[in-house]
Structures are given as C-alpha cells and as structure tokens.
C-alpha cells in the first residue's frame, strides 16, 4: 500500500473510489434514490475541473494497493471557510469499504496534514455529515466539533459538522 499525490490521469479512478465509498458510507444516511442515482462520469468531470483549478496550496492524494489500484483519496489546502479561523482545510477523504480500518484513512490524513504544514497553515478544519461513522475517526486524530449547519442532500435535510485543529 502506498500513498501519492494524485494526477490528473487518476481522475477516473477517484471519480469511481468517490461514488463506491458514497453508496457505502451513506447508506442509510442520504436516500438510496440519490445514492443509486450517482454516477462516475459525472463525478470524473468534476475531478478534472478540480485539477484544472486547483485553489491555492490544495494538493489531492491517492492510496493505492499493492497492484497499484487506487482505493482511495484525500485533498486539502486553503480554508474554503471564512466562519472559523482555520486556515487550512481537508476537503475529502474516502476509502473503498474493504480498505477502511487498516491504516491507509490516517496515511491519507497525514499526507494533507503534512502538505498543510509545508505550505504554513497552523489550523485545519473539515465538514462531516453527523452521521458519518468517520467523525469518530476524526476526534481520534485529536478534531473537535467546532460547529455545525443543516443542508439538503438529495431532498435530505441533514446536520453536518465543523470539526477543527487549533494545531496541526
């Protein structure tokens, strides 16, 4: 298993990696009309865009398996943000269900932590559906609730979390 920074060719295998882990993930917590209704090209597009205009220090990283396929994702830079003084920001982290729990979610972490760090930011926040088994993964690596909001996911009204770092 190894971590790396994404390139712009991975698009179509995050794009796959982003849809699995949503059907999973959320089963249960967003309805199964929207989450059947995802679609990996559309999500491709949209991770082309993403590395056609990356923001300002944003770097994305992939996880792959020992046959060099990707089953995962993270990406983080500036804060999006201007509700918390956190400058820096993880804006996504997902893992295939079969990979969660070994290891590769905090090597994920780490590497947006690290890549935060090298650019200057001191403070990292990220938004979580409350539900979301993975906010207890994110109070372990030391992320406190730090606010939260309601919105509309597929006519689902749910709450999601601000979890923050006042040092990383």
């Known amino acids: 298993m190894k971590i790396r920074e994404a390139r712009i060719e991975d698009a179509d295998k995050i794009a796959k990696v982003h849809v699995d882990s949503w059907q999973t993930t959320y089963k249960g917590i967003i309805s199964e009309s929207y989450l059947s209704n995802?679609?990996?090209?559309?999500?491709?597009?949209?991770?082309?865009?993403?590395?056609?205009?990356?923001?300002?220090?944003?770097?994305?990283?992939?996880?792959?398996?020992?046959?060099?396929?990707?089953?995962?994702?993270?990406?983080?830079?500036r804060s999006r943000n201007n509700e918390f003084e956190h400058d820096g920001e993880l804006f996504a982290i997902y893992l295939l269900k079969n990979y969660q729990r070994i290891g590769l979610g905090k090597k994920l972490?780490?590497?947006v932590v690290q890549s935060l760090k090298d650019n200057g930011y001191s403070k990292m926040m990220l938004?979580?559906?409350?539900?979301?088994?993975?906010?207890?993964?994110y109070k372990l690596q030391g992320g406190?609730?730090?606010?939260?909001?309601?919105?509309?996911?597929?006519?689902?009204?749910?709450?999601?979390?601000?979890?923050?770092?006042?040092?990383?």
């Open 38 to 77: 995802l679609s990996v090209e559309k999500r491709k597009k949209s991770w082309l865009w993403t590395f056609e205009n990356l923001i300002v220090d944003e770097k994305i990283f992939v996880a792959e398996d020992m046959a060099g396929n990707i089953v995962g994702f993270s990406n983080g830079g």
């Open 109 to 111: 972490f780490n590497s």
């Open 127 to 137: 938004w979580v559906l409350k539900d979301n088994p993975s906010v207890e993964f």
């Open 144 to 168: 406190e609730v730090i606010g939260k909001k309601e919105i509309t996911i597929g006519g689902d009204s749910l709450v999601e979390l601000a979890i923050g770092w006042d040092r990383i």
